[in-house]
Nanobody
């Protein structure tokens, strides 16, 4: 069994910063990509940032230059530093990880339960 647990959400004023963290635990033989998505009320879930096992990163255009994703392969964690937040980024933020949980090299995507980020104007 694999679990992803997020932390670090909360309420912040426009222009402020938050740091989200996500830790994967359980039966883990390897992790490929780790990333963050967000879903605002009435909107589709969108990819915010992803970091691959080799360290390559990709960001949504809307967050480039303001958000930074990082991971610690030894601890199976992924963080998202968010700066200069604006109110329309209020959403439930989810982390995910593509994990080999059986040792058979097959990757399965696991999701966290989500952490709320609210940006006030």
């Amino acid at each position: 069994q694999v679990q992803l647990v997020e932390s670090g959400g909360g309420l912040v004023q426009a222009g402020g910063s938050l740091r989200l963290s996500c830790a994967a635990s359980g039966s883990i033989f390897g992790i490929d990509s780790m990333g963050w998505c967000r879903q605002a009320p009435g909107k589709q879930r969108e990819l915010v940032a992803v970091v691959r096992s080799g360290g390559n990163t990709n960001y949504a255009d809307s967050v480039k230059g303001r958000f930074t994703i990082s991971r610690d392969n030894a601890k199976n964690t992924v963080d998202l530093q968010m700066n200069s937040l604006n109110p329309d980024e209020t959403a439930l933020y989810y982390c995910y990880a593509d994990i080999d949980y059986s040792g058979g090299k097959l990757l399965t995507r696991f999701w966290g339960q989500g952490t709320q980020v609210t940006v006030s104007s």
